[in-house]
Nanobody, 120 residues
Framework: QVQLVESGGGLVQPGGSLRLSCAAS????????MGWYRQAPGKERELVAS???????NYVDSVKGRFTISRDNAKNTVYLQMNSLELEDTAVYYC??????????????WGQGTQVTVSS
């Protein structure tokens, strides 16, 4: 069984920083893209950043220049460094991975979510 476990959320003041981590575990054959989504109250879940297996990142416009996504393929882990946090970044952040596990085909897996609150 595959699991994605997130950590690193919390409460931070505007302008502050947080680093999210997400580790994938289980009988994994291969991980393709990994990414971070977020969902604020009353809003739809949106893609924040993604990264290919080769390390090519992609960001939503609202976080460009402030957030950095990276991954450690040896650890099956993806990170999201969030700097210059704004009130609008408040949301539950979800890790996502497109991967293949033993005896399955490629599919998306989700973490349980971690709360990020930006408040003064």
């Amino acid at each position: 069984q595959v699991q994605l476990v997130e950590s690193g959320g919390g409460l931070v003041q505007p302008g502050g920083s947080l680093r999210l981590s997400c580790a994938a575990s289980g009988r994994i054959v291969r991980i393709d893209a990994m990414g971070w989504y977020r969902q604020a109250p009353g809003k739809e879940r949106e893609l924040v950043a993604s990264i290919t297996s080769g390390g090519t990142p992609n960001y939503v416009d609202s976080v460009k220049g402030r957030f950095t996504i990276s991954r450690d393929n040896a650890k099956n882990t993806v990170y999201l460094q969030m700097n210059s946090l704004e009130l609008e970044d408040t949301a539950v952040y979800y890790c996502n991975a497109l991967l293949r596990a033993f005896y399955t085909t490629n599919r998306n897996y989700w973490g349980q979510g971690t709360q990020v609150t930006v408040s003064s």
